[in-house]
């Protein structure tokens, strides 16, 4: 079975331009996950969907972040406008049930 | 809301050594639990995961984790580590259908 896959792989942006990341998860998987991961710290988790809706979004800065799984299967996430705190690995996940994630390899954000 | 700790930053041990990763979860509600490890620049791995039967749960390579109820806890353990383990161990807890990660412990393996 193919992974969840993640684009772009790196990425440098300068402070306050705009930048957007793309997940596509594991074909049959209904919840969609994205994570940040500040260097040093665990990820933590930004926003949950389940199909095209959101459960979860607690924990996303929704003044300069926002995502979007339409036709419940890929999923964007995008900073507008981004900050130096910014710059970390956004990693996508996706599962069936909670016991059964699977991670993306992340994408590298890296503000300057 | 569910919490992970994971006391230590930073473990230093010899190789052919044995390494225990102290971690603790904030419920005794019913709960799954899990390790990730993270070599370095690359993704997040599953390791090994608890969600019931058995308190103890063995990786492939050599790690397990005992489940403790009680004391609210889910150490990983290895015998004798080598220095392909060095890597980024991550301790996470269910919260309803989501996973919460521990601030991750750096397992540092000396020669």
């Known amino acids: 079975e193919a992974g969840v896959a993640q684009s772009p792989r790196y990425k440098i942006i300068e402070k306050r331009q705009s930048v957007a990341f793309w997940c596509n998860p594991i074909?049959?998987?209904?919840?969609l996950y994205w994570y940040q991961q500040i260097l040093g710290q665990g990820p933590k988790l930004l926003i949950q969907f389940q199909n095209n809706g959101v459960v979860d979004d607690s924990q996303l800065p929704k003044d300069r972040f926002s995502a979007e799984r339409l036709k419940g299967v890929d999923s964007t996430l995008k900073i507008q406008p981004a900050k130096l705190e910014d710059s970390a690995v956004y990693l996508c996940?996706?599962?069936?049930?909670?016991?059964?994630?699977?991670f993306g390899s992340g994408t590298r954000l890296t503000v300057v | 809301a569910q919490s992970v700790t994971q006391l230590d930053s930073q473990v230093p041990v010899f190789e052919e050594a044995p390494v225990e990763l102290r971690c603790n979860y904030s419920s005794s509600v019913s709960v799954y639990l899990f390790w990730y490890v993270q070599y370095p620049n690359q993704g997040l791995q599953l390791l090994l995961k608890?969600?019931?039967?058995?308190?103890l749960v063995e990786s492939i390579n050599g790690f397990e984790a005992e489940f403790n109820k009680s004391q609210t806890s889910f150490h990983l353990r290895k015998p004798s580590v080598h220095i392909s383990d060095t890597a980024e161990y991550f301790c996470a807890v269910s919260d309803n259908d989501k996973i919460i990660f521990g601030k991750g412990t750096r397992l540092h393996i000396l020669p």
């Open positions: 074909s049959g998987h209904a919840t």
């Open positions: 996940a996706s599962s069936r049930m909670v016991n059964g994630y699977t």
């Open positions: 608890y969600l019931s039967g058995s308190t």
